[in-house]
């Protein structure tokens, strides 16, 4: 499975971007999905995940509110809906997938099988 994230870009506090994470090689609409993000300096961290029928969700408190994943199987693409950005939001977005038939969530990056190639997300204030 190949991950490709886009979307990502320079956007004033206050913005919108929506990322989106294409995947091919193989269907991921048996993959669970999620997003994490990566500032300079800093560890990479947890952002949102999906379940792969997407009706299961989880968010970082961070972004709760302000940010939605979704998924569409038949277009094998996750997508992040990011609104009312914030300066501290700039990072790497990487998006990623695990082979998982279940209804679960997955927090820790190393629960995942797959990556993208991450996609830049600046917030000015």
């Known amino acids: 499975v190949q991950l490709q994230a886009s979307g990502g870009g320079l956007v004033q506090a206050g913005g919108s971007l929506r990322l989106s994470c294409a995947a091919s090689?193989?269907?991921?609409?048996?993959?669970?999905s999620g997003w994490f993000r990566q500032a300079p300096g800093k560890e990479r961290e947890f952002v949102t995940g999906?379940?792969?029928?997407?009706?299961?969700?989880a968010y970082a408190d961070s972004v709760k509110g302000r940010f939605t994943i979704s998924r569409d199987n038949a277009k094998n693409t996750v997508y992040l809906q990011m609104n009312s950005l914030k300066p501290e939001d700039t990072a790497v977005y990487y998006c990623?997938?695990?082979?998982?038939?279940?209804?679960?969530?997955?927090?820790?990056?190393?629960?995942?099988?797959?990556w993208g190639q991450g996609t830049q997300v600046t917030v000015s204030s």
């Open positions: 990623a997938a695990k082979f998982y038939l279940g209804s679960g969530v997955f927090r820790r990056s190393y629960e995942y099988d797959y």
């Open positions: 999906i379940g792969w029928r997407g009706g299961n969700t």
């Open positions: 090689g193989r269907t991921v609409s048996s993959y669970a």
